[in-house]
């Protein structure tokens, strides 16, 4: 699959000399998950309910919830085929803005499974495939690709509560200079039947919608990380938004755009892997496609217009040389790699966790958006790996934050 998406850890960034950005949030408390929940649990690509009352984790025996009101932890074991739903890279969970279901979809990306879409509720604990075809398991059988859909990338709508999802399939009758393969935006409607919301089949590369898709708070567009295999050199390469009423489905920033802001000493592109609305524009977290690359980068992308502004500018360093050099200093806003964030619940703050060269020390940094001066150091934490965990940030609607392991408390002042 697609080397862009493989995780780094040796990320980096920087920005001129100037005053720090200013938000109106102030950091009250940060906790791990091991130190708030406790017990033998994994944690396993954790993620915060919109509301802010629980967090859910897939493990070994299947999902865990832990509600902040009464303390208390339920795992529920994976439910007959739902144990194909073990998130990974390129098929993270969702919860639902109302915080009663998660949207799951089986590993197609990673493992060429037959992905449905799958809900698990909250309240009664039961897993449910939303798109069942009654075909499980791998897509190449006795040399040939089963001719079923693959569903993907699972996203709910804030405004509505809709659940919308990628579908491909193969296209038997493609001429040779045509897409292999069909790529279409569906909704559950009311009766949870599959409602085509927009063919993009010949629009985008085949099979390069996977992972960072968010809605507009308003629930009216959708920003679309496009990276197919060839992404380096594809023009098509970069963000697109596609808005639900007019149907328009239009590139606002390419891959070279992107990288536009990164030092011209960093050799490795960089490539999308989360993207969040924030005011009057897009954070995307860019990520180096190579275990030797310098440089991972926070990135403001303006809307409508496109222009591009990095949350932390590494250009002012001529040379990696001097680049390394001042991250063996210890933390700093200016050197500080941003390993995962997420946007503040009034799109006016990037709060993020940014690592230095030594894997064990992790600062939390609060930047101001549109971006600045300096983002504010808020608080040293001790960074640990956790095998197999993505490096996810969510956000409720009353001030916390979930990166990776790290439980953050906020209010407004």
């Known amino acids: 699959m697609f080397r862009g998406l493989i995780p780094c850890l040796a990320l980096l960034i920087v920005m001129p000399a100037s005053a720090q950005s200013e938000t109106a949030w102030r950091l009250t ?10 017990g033998d649990y994994s944690f396993h690509n954790a993620i915060l309910s919109p509301d802010g009352s629980k967090i ?3 493990d070994e025996v299947g999902v865990c919830v832990y509600t902040f009101a009464d303390d208390e932890t339920e795992c529920t074991p994976w439910d007959g085929y739902a144990e194909g739903l073990r998130t990974g890279r390129y098929n993270l969970p969702a919860w639902s803005p109302d915080g009663r279901q998660i949207a799951y979809a089986e590993n197609f990306f990673l493992y060429f499974n037959e992905s449905d879409i799958w809900t698990f ?5 039961t897993f449910t495939n939303r798109t069942d075809d009654d075909y499980y398991g791998g897509l190449l059988r006795n040399g040939e690709w089963a001719d079923v859909p693959i569903d993907y990338a699972p996203t709910w709508n804030p405004a509505t509560g809709d659940l919308y999802f990628f579908r491909s399939m193969q296209r038997d009758e493609a001429g040779d200079d045509e897409p292999g393969w069909t790529i279409g935006l569906y909704r559950l409607d009311e009766n949870g039947e ?15 919608i996977y992972r960072g898709i968010a809605f507009s708070p308003d629930g009216t567009q959708l920003a679309i990380p496009v990276l197919p295999n060839d992404a380096e050199t594809n023009p098509a ?7 639900l009423a007019s149907d328009s489905f239009e590139q606002i920033v390419t891959l070279d755009e992107l990288n536009a802001i990164v030092p011209e000493w960093e050799t490795n592109p960089l490539y999308p892997l989360t993207v969040e609305w924030a005011q009057d524009g897009l954070v995307v977290l860019m990520e180096s496609g190579a275990y030797s690359g310098l440089v991972s980068q926070a990135v403001f992308v303006k809307v409508p217009t496109g222009a591009v502004k990095p949350v932390i500018d590494y250009r002012p360093f001529a040379s990696p040389a001097d680049f390394i050099n001042a991250r063996t200093e210890g933390p700093s806003p200016e050197t500080d790699s941003p390993f995962t964030g997420v946007v503040s ?7 993020y966790l940014g690592l230095t060269f030594n894997p064990s020390e992790g600062t939390i ?3 101001g958006l549109p971006p600045e001066g300096l983002p504010e150091a808020l608080e040293s934490v001790d960074f640990e790996v956790l095998p197999a965990h993505e490096p996810l940030a969510t956000v409720s609607r009353d001030g916390k934050a979930l990166l990776y ?3 953050l408390t906020f209010e407004q002042q």
């Open 405 to 407: 392991n790290f439980l």
């Open 365 to 367: 940094y609060q930047a």
């Open 194 to 208: 599959p409602k085509l919301i927009r063919d993009l089949t010949f629009d985008v590369p085949v099979l390069s």
């Open 237 to 243: 390469s970069g963000i697109w938004l596609l808005d």
């Open 345 to 351: 619940p009034d799109g006016e703050a990037y709060w």
């Open 121 to 125: 509720d909250v309240e009664t604990k």
């Open 56 to 58: 859910a984790w897939d």
């Open 29 to 38: 408390n940060v906790e791990t998950l091991q130190d708030l929940i406790g």
